[in-house]
């Protein structure tokens, strides 16, 4: 497989030809100021106990963004633990968002009303549901495209290959959007594949497969539009691998100087994609310092508006763990429920 597609390079400047119009890009770098305010403020709230967890995707918001982004209201996406930023950018209340990594509830969002699926953490398992989503649509006749994210690591998984594989055998209108961030927490990508690229897997199981560059949000905006089209219009699956890196550590319980050096992490920080767009959009006039501040002021009434939301002690019922695991309970469950509630009235008297 040869580079990744590209049109804008790292100095902002145009390498590639059919870049989207200038209203388009000034949208996506909105997006990319608040989807890189919510890593930051979300990275805080972790240090400040308020989160439990945060799997931050500082350094691949283009792939976040680009992957709302290019959906329609009608279509859905299924994201990872690492895709809150997605998730937001697809218009979803941040706070809600966060609700599962501050471990208040399963899913903090109504997946029905968002269309957009629970965060899966079990690696891979969201790829299947996203084929049964896309597949079901179709035999409705609708027209549905389904955007199914994972990363590196999970390409490993029998689940990725065997949603691939119904994908492009049934014509499913799904986009598998790899985001290749070098690492499964301390597995590099070369323990990972030996396969050329992530994107050689598509062309196995016969699916249109591209390489894109993963901090190139142009470049995204218009591979993962055309994977959507070509979905939408009955051409089945695409599998687009985009190149990028995951800045952070996996999340804050991991040390990542345990496994790869400063330099390599320092190497990446130049190919930032807020910095490559704004530098493109500065130098064409489209991005004004108004604009700029603008955008800023944006991002932080919702750093301010995810702060209060997550000050406020949120009170749980416990016995909802006990809901939404089966239709009708096992008895084993009703038995654990009914043995959590006489201990919580015995506490509480
Ligand atoms: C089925 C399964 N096995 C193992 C894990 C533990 N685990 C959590 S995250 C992770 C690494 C995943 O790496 P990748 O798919 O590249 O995604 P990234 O975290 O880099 O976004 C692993 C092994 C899991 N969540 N699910």
Same mark, same amino acid.
């Given at each position: ?8 390079? $790292? ?8 870049? /989207? ?14 989807? =890189? ?5 979300? $990275?805080?709230?972790? =240090? !400040? ?56 509830? +399963? ?10 699926? /629970? !965060?899966?953490?079990?690696?891979? @398992? ?15 006749? $609708? ?35 790899? !985001? ?63 190149? @990028?890196? =995951? ?23 130049? =190919? ?19 604009? $700029? ?11 301010? +508006? ?11 019922? /416990? ?31």
């Amino acid at each position: 497989m040869s580079e990744p597609m590209r049109l804008i390079n $790292e100095t902002g400047a145009v390498v590639g030809d059919g870049l /989207p119009e200038p209203e388009v890009l000034l949208d996506g770098y909105r997006a990319l100021v608040l989807a =890189r305010r919510l890593n930051a403020q979300a $990275e805080a709230l972790v =240090r !400040q106990g308020r989160l439990a967890v945060y799997p931050s995707s500082h350094g691949q918001e283009a792939c976040q963004v680009a992957a709302a982004a290019v959906l329609a209201d009608t279509d859905w996406l299924f994201p990872t633990y690492r895709d809150v930023a997605a998730i937001a950018a697809r218009g979803v209340d941040p706070l809600d968002v966060l609700m599962m990594l501050r471990g208040d509830w +399963h899913c903090g969002y109504d997946p029905l009303a968002t269309r957009v699926a /629970p !965060q899966a953490t079990p690696l891979a @398992t969201q790829l299947p549901h996203a084929v049964g989503v896309g597949h079901a649509a179709r035999l409705k006749g $609708e027209d549905t495209v389904v955007m199914a994210l994972c990363g590196d690591g999970a390409t490993s998984e029998g689940d990725f290959h065997e949603a691939l594989n119904f994908a492009a055998v049934f014509a499913s209108p799904v986009v598998f959007l790899v !985001q290749n961030n070098k690492y499964a927490i301390s597995v590099p990508l070369a323990r990972q594949s030996a396969a050329e690229s992530l994107a050689a897997k598509g062309a196995g199981y016969g699916m249109p497969a591209v390489l894109v560059d993963g901090n190139d949000l142009a470049a995204l905006t218009v591979v993962l539009s055309e994977a959507v089209a070509r979905a939408r219009r009955g051409g089945g699956p695409t599998l687009v691998e985009a190149d @990028t890196y =995951r800045i952070r550590a996996h999340t804050n319980a991991d040390d990542p100087s345990r496994y790869r050096t400063d330099d390599e992490v320092d190497e990446w920080r130049p =190919r930032d994609p807020l910095l490559r767009l704004r530098a493109h959009l500065t130098s064409t006039g489209a991005l004004t310092p108004e604009r $700029e501040a603008e955008f800023a002021a944006a991002a932080e009434e919702m750093a301010a +508006h995810v702060r209060a939301g997550m000050g406020e002690e949120t009170a749980l019922d /416990p016995a909802e763990l006990f809901a939404h695991v089966y239709s009708t309970p096992t008895p084993q469950l009703r038995e654990q429920a009914a043995l959590l509630a006489a201990e919580l009235n015995e506490v509480r008297s």
